[in-house]
């Protein structure tokens, strides 16, 4: 079971707009600890996505952005795109297991 | 530009050896720590292990403390994970990943392609 919780699929026609929620607790999370944002392609290397809570690395479209609220964050993907179809993790850091974490991935379908 | 190849892999029958290795490139190796995070067959992401940039200090997951050991050669920027009393729950997808850091607060940057180990009788 992953420490933090992520659904596990959301799907948006083209140029819509999803959201994916990221839920954790007071150890992580909601204890301050930053939470980011990886996309990933099946048989490919995961990509930093969002760091930080909503910071985009060079080269990250703007349609990608990411929010962080109490014990929860979330990422939005606005003008969805075929390419977007990936999974998407959150991951921060847990102080009761002294370790990083990650939520299971949400499946992102584009209709 | 920065590259992270990761190899090893294979399948190991319980209770044995496997050391895996994540050759890195395009990037001063010596001055970044470094981490494994593996993928099981349908589950999510599960951080493994940490090291330092100059391989004193070392971090694991519980699941794994006491069976891996994570060490790294910064003379042939390589790290590697000797994975010893392999366990079922062990298969996995393993992947070496670059701890980047902006003002301060840290993330994985840069990912390998993975390595797939499978543990099975």
């Known amino acids: 079971q992953s420490v933090l919780t992520q659904p596990p699929s959301v799907s948006g026609a083209p140029g819509q707009r999803v959201t994916i929620s990221c839920t954790g607790s007071?150890?992580?999370?909601?204890?301050?600890?930053?939470v980011h944002w990886y996309q990933h392609l099946p048989g490919t290397a995961p990509k930093l996505l969002i760091y930080a809570n909503n910071n985009r690395p060079s080269g990250v479209p703007d349609r990608f952005s990411g929010s962080k609220s109490g014990t929860s964050a979330s990422l939005a993907i606005t003008g969805l795109q075929t390419e977007d179809e990936a999974d998407y993790h959150c991951q921060s850091y847990d102080s009761s297991l002294s370790g990083y974490v990650f939520g299971a991935g949400t499946k992102v379908s584009v209709l | 530009q920065v590259q992270l190849v990761e190899s090893g892999g294979g399948v190991v029958q319980p209770g044995r050896s496997l050391r895996l290795s994540c050759a890195a490139s395009g990037f001063t190796f010596s001055t970044y720590s470094m981490h494994w995070v593996r993928q099981a067959p349908g589950e999510g992401l599960e951080w493994v292990a940490a090291?330092?940039?100059?391989?004193?200090?070392?971090f694991y997951a519980d699941s794994v403390k006491g069976r891996f050991t994570f060490s790294r050669d910064n003379s042939r920027s390589t790290l590697y994970l000797q994975m010893n009393s392999l366990r079922a729950e062990d298969t996995a997808v393993y992947y070496c990943?670059?701890?980047?850091?902006?003002?301060?607060?840290?993330?994985?940057?840069?990912w390998g392609q993975g390595t797939l180990v499978t543990v099975s009788a």
């Open positions: 990943a670059r701890e980047g850091c902006s003002g301060g607060r840290c993330f994985f940057d840069y």
């Open positions: 007071s150890s992580n999370i909601g204890a301050g600890y930053d």
């Open positions: 090291i330092s940039y100059d391989g004193v200090n070392k």
